[in-house]
């Protein structure tokens, strides 16, 4: 019998790629909220205390501008950084340390878990009778919300390192200090960037709640003014400022971590 071949042709390349589509779809998605937006506001079909219009967004942020500078040192320089560093440098060597020193944990873990389900936005009133109201109470608050989630995001990544790979490096002869610096440090590495840019975003959250106590300035501050006389454009404009101040950071560290971790395989997005 002879035997018939067939051949395969080759499936025919898409126009543009995965990737790209997704792109479109989103820009699409987002084009048409704002022409929504810009419909419904414009036509005054929704009262501007509810929506306001694009006019007036532009309007409330020339009235912020003057004052925007000296909102963003004092929310930023003066509380946010403060409190951002202490939480993530103290959360992520105490968290560390419990998950490699079992007298570390005995002492800590239980501590953590008692602090880890109470709110920070419920410590305000016993940060104003410690220490009253200011930089200091402001600081402590960011640093304590900061600080949950490193501990616990720096304890469960040393946690989840694969022990193959300590056992690897204690039969090849590697010591303690050896084997942190050479398989858990390396390992834990992204998954503590991951709760770094976490913390980012929560800061900001958390710089709010702490202008709530007595601050005199600061996007926070703004927010409080704004709502008070029901000044909606001014809200909606201070939260549009913090989203691009927390989508830009974010950024910034994504791009630190591509450049740190570039060994570590990732799934590529089709």
Request: a positive charge; glycine letters at 6%.
């Amino acid at each position: 019998m002879a035997k018939s071949f067939e051949k395969t042709l080759p499936e025919p390349k898409p126009l543009i790629s995965q990737q790209a589509s997704n792109r479109i779809i989103s820009i699409i998605t987002l084009s048409s909220l704002i022409l929504a937006w810009v419909v419904i506001t414009q036509n005054r079909l929704v009262e501007p205390l509810f929506a306001p219009s694009p006019t007036d967004l532009w309007q409330a942020f020339q009235n912020l501008l003057p004052n925007l500078p000296g909102d963003l040192v004092a929310s930023v320089l003066r509380r946010i950084v403060p409190g951002f560093t202490i939480g993530v440098t103290v959360g992520t060597l105490l968290g560390i340390y419990m998950a490699m020193n079992h007298v570390g944990r005995a002492i800590f873990y239980p501590i953590v878990e008692i602090l880890r389900p109470l709110p920070p936005l419920a410590l305000i009133p016993l940060l104003i009778l410690w220490f009253g109201i200011g930089y200091i109470t402001q600081i402590l608050l960011i640093s304590y919300g900061i600080f949950i989630i490193m501990v616990i995001n720096s304890f469960e990544a040393v946690r989840n390192v694969p022990p193959i790979y300590i056992h690897a490096a204690t039969t090849l002869g590697a010591n303690r200090r050896q084997i942190f610096q050479r398989v858990i440090l390396p390992s834990i590495v992204p998954d503590i960037v991951a709760g770094i840019r976490v913390s980012a975003a929560a800061a900001f959250g958390y710089d709010v709640a702490a202008e709530l106590m007595g601050a005199m300035t600061g996007l926070g501050y703004r927010l409080v003014l704004a709502r008070r006389y029901l000044l909606t454009q001014n809200i909606v404009v201070i939260l549009v400022i913090i989203a691009i101040l927390s989508f830009t950071i974010d950024f910034l560290i994504k791009r630190i971590d591509a450049k740190v971790t570039n060994w570590k395989p990732r799934v590529e997005q089709k």
